[in-house]
């Protein structure tokens, strides 16, 4: 009789009573062979002093692996995802080749994604995500073409009128650096609630009688959509970060495209519709109802506030990073002449021949060309490290298009209106873009986008002013046609050295050496 000794590599786990141990390695002796058969056939080999295992044959019966019940297994699979993304949230991917607070950005092996979430609790995100953005512009750009009636029925000067006008740009740019507190305080899924909800307290007060209510109910509008328009991003930033261009397409074709039906049928709502200029401007309290009942699932999320320094922090180290300025002097001048042309396009397209209905039409046009934009540009854009070359070209477009307005306003008009908006559609999507490539985590990014909301709307504040200060002064619209070909060459400049391949860190870092690249 043979005696065979095979060793064994025994790494199963038996789990008892919640507790687990690990079977060690050994040898284990088995018996003599068996005979041959009949047919000559080996029966293999019998073990000696335990029974076969069924599942594992040539294994110990009391080693054998016993499965776990399937949300044990779920759970811990979940909880090793929820380590790896932390992991890659940390990892530092590019050496520094910038200022300091910089880092060169290079796509990891594998990007963060979404977890803890069920694909209807993703799904109800997105719809209520985009249905905030579909209400941040509409009850904004409706009282541009009501103005005249707004006016005529409570006798505003023209210079209340303008800040009328004026007052939803101003709330932007004061409010903004509240909102990433605020955020990391209580959440950005319920500070978003939030500003649903005192949107529409401020169409419902604005719609009561009285310049005093007018007035009222567009300061609290005006601080609720700022508010939004911070914590968006970095929602973006926060639970998109592997789908940043694309998700930044559906928010800004959506803010845009919003924005121009805004302002596409106020006038047919208050009159053929009848309901004066006050039911124009009320009826948007209905969809920004509808946005926070379908938020309501979200804002219900527990909320713990993140774990490192706080938001202040962030933000003065923010302001003396080279990349964030960048990032916010391209902010302040696609949004200067995007209102510049949202106040005056209608009225410089009237003096060159159109009439009333066609102007209006034009700027519907214009943002119609944007959501366009919008929706080609941020997945282009998102894929690349590097978006000069897409900076420029959208510069280039802007530049055609108002060299066409001023060398001829009356001939090819539809074509210059189209190549305007789709160059400012560029413009919107590389700002809201730059913000979550720019930084590392969502935090970060809600900071930047509070430094660049604040200096950029409180400088886009001033084109309507400065270029109505034009017109009454020189006479004509061709200075301030003048003035959106400066405000395009400043957006150039600026978007060079927000489009570069780099990341904004929040930690002070040392600069890097060529020796170290």
Known sequence: ???????????????KSRKSYTAAQGRRAVGPLSAPGPAGRRPGRRLVGARRNRWAPGTLAGSRRRRRPIGVRIGRCAARHSARRGDDLHEATRVSSGSEGETPRSPPA???RPSGRSALATGLLIVGALLIAANLRPAITSVGPLIGEIRADTGLSGTAAGLLTTLPVLAFGLLSPVAP??????????????????????????WAPGTVALFGGTVILGAAVASANVLLPALVKRDYAHREGLVTAAYSSVLGGAAGIGAGVAVPLADDAGLGWEGALAIWAVPATVAALVWLPQARRRHRPAPGPGPGTALRDLWRSRLAWTVTGFWAMQSFGFYVVIAWLPEILIEAGLDDADAGLMLFVAQVAGVA???????????????????????????????????????????????LGFGQGCGLSLALLFLPLRTREHRTAAELSGMAQTVGYLVAATGPIL???????????????????????????????????????????????????
């Open 1 to 15: 009789m043979t005696t065979v000794t095979i060793r064994q590599n025994a790494a199963s786990t038996w789990t």
């Open 110 to 112: 594998s990007r963060p």
């Open 181 to 206: 507190r605020l955020g990391h305080r209580f959440g950005i899924e319920a500070v978003l609630l939030g500003c649903m909800v005192a949107l529409v307290v401020g169409i419902v007060v604005r």
């Open 373 to 419: 934009a919008t929706l080609t540009i941020p997945p282009l854009a998102g894929r690349r490290p590097d978006q000069r070359g897409i900076v420029v070209a959208s510069a280039a477009v802007l530049v055609l298009a108002v060299l066409g307005l001023i060398a001829a306003p009356d001939t090819a008009t539809v074509v210059w209106v189209l190549l």
């Open 467 to 517: 270029a109505g200060l034009l017109h009454d002064g020189l006479g004509g619209w061709k200075p301030t046609l003048v003035l959106l070909l400066a405000a395009a060459a400043a957006q150039l400049a600026f978007g060079l050295g927000a489009g570069r391949d780099a990341v904004l860190g929040i930690e002070s870092r040392p600069r890097a050496t060529s020796a170290g690249r």
